[in-house]
Nanobody, 127 residues
Framework: QLQFEESGGGLVQPGGSLRLSCSAS????????IGWFREAPGKEREGVSC????????NYADSVKGRFTISRDNAKNTVWLQMNSLKPEDTGVYYC????????????????????WGEGTLVTVSS
């Protein structure tokens, strides 16, 4: 099972940007479809974005479309989440996870049992 490691979070003002990174020690991510999830205070964890194994297909939650961009470089064994025009409601702990694909589109639902959640990285959007 994969053990993910997330980084890149921090405190940013509304309208600002952050770039999150996701990797997995000792395991190649090449064949895995990867998703980003977030957990806001007092709320359930929700899917934010996902990307196919070779990066050709992406999917976004409506709340982040046009502001967030997911990408990956399998040679660097890393998946990124570029977050622009950040809003206070984007605040939360961000995690990456393995997800599945349905009819060619990656799903914003974690593939339970196939990975271990990492510690996540905290994003705080506040003035």
């Amino acid at each position: 099972q994969l053990q993910f490691e997330e980084s890149g979070g921090g405190l940013v003002q509304p309208g600002g940007s952050l770039r999150l990174s996701c990797s997995a020690s000792g395991v190649t991510l090449d064949y895995h479809i990867i998703g980003w999830f977030r957990e806001a205070p007092g709320k359930e964890r929700e899917g934010v974005s996902c990307i196919s194994s070779i990066g050709g297909v992406t999917n976004y939650a409506d709340s982040v479309k046009g502001r967030f961009t997911i990408s990956r470089d399998n040679a660097k064994n890393t998946v990124w989440l570029q977050m622009n025009s950040l809003k206070p409601e984007d605040t939360g702990v961000y995690y990456c996870a393995t997800v599945q694909s349905f009819q060619g589109l990656c799903q914003l639902t974690p593939w339970s049992g196939m990975f271990y959640w990492g510690e996540g990285t905290l994003v705080t959007v506040s003035s």
